[in-house]
């Protein structure tokens, strides 16, 4: 690939501007990070899809690929938004990997079918938290389609993390509170 002098000029303003969005969060720099989390979350859906044994195994599956297939399309909607927005979001492994808060466990595997469920349930909790900041600073910036899009974003994980739940014998929220430390 041969990259001019105008191309670096291009990506060195961009990692400059990504700096400065993420010391005074804009609503493009918190989406960023959702859709860093959204393409982790895809692996792990992955994992749970493969992995999952035991007692309802074949519904599961069938839940698991339809959040699969959900969570590519809102990562495909998110970033279309964002370029319509005027914004570049992350589209390399490494920004994603820089940018994402959905942590890896590759012994999650090992796990029971109680355990995965879990741990998807916390995954779209700690989603969460990334969308409703960005949909305050959205609405700070007075990005309507943004906000409105994350709005549908979040009772989107709201219904699953109720499904989740409910599966588990829980309520909707029912041991899911997460520390937010960089809550101001």
């Given at each position: 690939?041969?990259?001019?002098?105008?191309?670096?000029?291009?990506?060195?303003?961009?990692?400059?501007?990504?700096?400065?969005?993420?010391?005074?969060?804009?609503?493009?720099?918190?989406?960023?990070?959702?859709v860093?989390?959204?393409?982790?979350?895809?692996?792990?859906?992955?994992?749970?899809?493969?992995?999952?044994?035991?007692?309802?195994?074949?519904?599961?599956?069938?839940?698991?690929?339809?959040?699969?297939?959900?969570?590519?399309q809102?990562?495909?909607?998110?970033?279309?938004?964002?370029?319509?927005?005027?914004?570049?979001?992350?589209?390399?492994?490494?920004?994603?990997?820089?940018?994402?808060?959905?942590?890896?466990?590759?012994?999650?595997k090992?796990?029971?079918?109680?355990?995965?469920?879990?741990?998807?349930?916390?995954?779209?909790?700690?989603?969460?938290?990334?969308?409703d900041?960005?949909?305050?600073?959205?609405?700070?910036?007075?990005?309507?389609?943004?906000?409105?899009?994350?709005?549908?974003?979040?009772?989107?994980?709201?219904?699953?993390?109720?499904?989740?739940?409910a599966?588990?014998?829980?309520?909707?929220?029912?041991?899911?509170?997460e520390?937010?430390d960089?809550?101001?």
């Amino acid at each position: 690939m041969k990259l001019t002098a105008e191309i670096e000029a291009k990506y060195q303003a961009e990692l400059k501007q990504a700096d400065i969005d993420h010391h005074k969060p804009t609503a493009g720099a918190m989406c960023g990070h959702i859709v860093a989390n959204l393409w982790y979350f895809d692996v792990k859906l992955h994992q749970a899809l493969w992995y999952l044994k035991g007692s309802g195994t074949i519904e599961l599956q069938h839940f698991y690929q339809e959040l699969i297939a959900e969570n590519r399309q809102q990562l495909d909607e998110l970033g279309a938004i964002l370029l319509d927005e005027n914004e570049l979001p992350p589209a390399t492994v490494a920004e994603y990997t820089q940018y994402t808060k959905i942590s890896e466990e590759p012994r999650l595997k090992y796990q029971s079918v109680t355990a995965i469920l879990d741990e998807t349930a916390h995954d779209f909790t700690t989603a969460n938290m990334f969308i409703d900041r960005a949909i305050i600073l959205a609405q700070r910036e007075q990005r309507p389609v943004l906000a409105n899009y994350l709005t549908q974003l979040r009772g989107y994980n709201n219904r699953k993390t109720r499904l989740l739940q409910a599966q588990l014998g829980k309520t909707a929220w029912e041991d899911l509170v997460e520390v937010d430390d960089d809550e101001d």
